[in-house]
């Protein structure tokens, strides 16, 4: 495993098993076969409604806590609460988490940010990040926070590289992870891509592995999803090659200046629909 150092000094495996759409069951599964199979950080979130199973997958693995890097997403309903972060703990099974973003910035998410930072200080959360944020949003959150986040989760593929919006990013220290690292489920045409399948051939890799290397030779952290064993083996096998200069610049010029997913910013009402949902989890 390759590690990011982040800003407060934490180390951040490059890649980890994203959760998104694994049911409870599913997630278990996954986490447990992905623990035992080298893996060191995990994604979840609120709205995933499967931070119990991610917290049984934990614990069947057997794993020791202090390997793992678990990272979680406060959920916009959840932003004028006390006690959410608590109730994800107790969701997880767990007395800390390594990570905790700000969802999405929907509704009062300067609010939602501040009850990260109670948290913070009180232990039971090591490191604060946000997700989705426009630059212009990150600039707001930075002159009013007390805790700089020290990480972003955007969408980030050879499709949509962002290269430009990163650099304000980094130049404030705010380290970048990808979702939609593969480009997201049932879309493939990046896996596709001549440049890609070619590049497989070159190295003896698969293709979403030659993604995978791009995105950490960019400099991104990665949390591909999967339920998949041969999936999730194949994509942390990823140390034993590197990419050229000119092979990464090649894969970054498939970029088409927009993102893949896009979505209108939700009604109060659809935000808070979540919320009997997320509590109710099995
Ligand atoms: P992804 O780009 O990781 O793609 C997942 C798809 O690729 C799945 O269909 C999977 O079966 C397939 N796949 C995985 N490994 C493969 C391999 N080796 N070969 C071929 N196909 C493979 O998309 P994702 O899972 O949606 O995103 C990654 C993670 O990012 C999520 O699981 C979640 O944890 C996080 N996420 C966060 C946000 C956010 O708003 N912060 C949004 C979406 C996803």
């Excluded at 069951?25 to 995933?48: K, M, R």
């Excluded at 440049?195 to 993604?211: C, D, F, G, H, R």
């Excluded at 999803?225 to 498939?254: A, C, M, Q, W, Y």
């Amino acid at each position: 495993m390759e590690y990011l150092t982040l800003s407060n000094g934490m180390k951040m495996p490059f890649v980890g098993l994203g959760t998104y759409k694994l049911t409870p069951e599913e997630a278990e599964e996954a986490v447990c076969f992905a623990l035992q199979n080298g893996y060191e950080l995990i994604d979840t979130a609120n709205v995933y409604r499967n931070e119990k199973g991610v917290g049984r997958g934990i614990k069947k693995s057997g794993v020791d806590r202090s390997k793992i890097f678990l990272e979680t997403k406060l959920w916009p309903a959840f932003f004028d609460d006390d006690d959410q972060v608590d109730k994800t703990l107790e969701r997880l099974g767990l007395d800390y988490i390594d990570l905790m973003l700000i969802h999405r910035p929907y509704g009062n998410y300067l609010n939602g940010y501040k009850k990260l930072e109670k948290a913070y200080k009180e232990g039971k959360i090591k490191a604060i990040g946000i997700s989705n944020f426009s630059n212009e949003q990150v600039k707001e959150l930075l002159e009013v926070c007390e805790i700089k986040p020290v990480i972003i989760q955007n969408e980030l593929n050879p499709y949509n590289p962002q290269v430009e919006a990163n650099k304000y990013l980094r130049e404030n220290g705010i380290a970048l992870q990808a979702w939609f690292p593969l480009g997201g489920r049932g879309n493939s045409s990046i896996i596709d891509e001549k440049v890609v399948v070619e590049l497989a051939k070159k190295y003896n890799k698969s293709p979403a592995q030659i993604i995978l290397k791009w995105h950490i030779q960019m400099g991104f952290d990665v949390i591909p999803g999967s339920r998949n064993p041969e999936h999730i083996k194949e994509n942390i096998d990823l140390f034993d090659f590197k990419l050229t200069d000119e092979e990464v610049n090649e894969i970054t010029s498939l970029d088409k200046g927009e993102p893949i997913y896009y979505e209108d910013v939700p009604s109060i009402e659809q935000l808070m629909a979540r919320k009997p949902l997320i509590e109710a989890q099995e």
